[in-house]
């Protein structure tokens, strides 16, 4: 299973708009995804309600996972997206 640890780079953490983009970018990945904060269970990454749910603030550690094929690049795609907390997933990442 690949997996990356990475902090929250959104100061208001993954709510609301920020849970939006992240939600929007893990659906077009394509692949099963889950979040989960560093000591808690994982729940789906697709999923707005699960995310929101999580309840991440800003600087702290969550961490994303996928056993599907492809999931190295795209948990390094989701990893810089929350990590410098973009607007939106770069192409060329």
């Not at 959104?10 to 990945?29: D, Y």
């Amino acid at each position: 299973m690949a997996e990356r640890r990475v902090n929250v780079g959104w100061t208001e953490g993954l709510h609301a708009r920020p849970a939006s983009i992240f939600v929007r970018a893990t659906t077009a990945s394509g692949i099963p995804v889950t979040i989960a904060k560093a000591d808690g269970d994982p729940v789906n990454a697709a999923s707005m309600l699960a995310v929101l749910g999580l309840g991440a603030q800003g600087g702290e550690e969550i961490v994303l996972s996928s056993d599907a094929d492809g999931a190295d690049i795209a948990l390094d795609r989701l990893a810089k997206l929350v990590a410098e907390g973009l607007d939106e997933l770069p192409e060329t990442v």
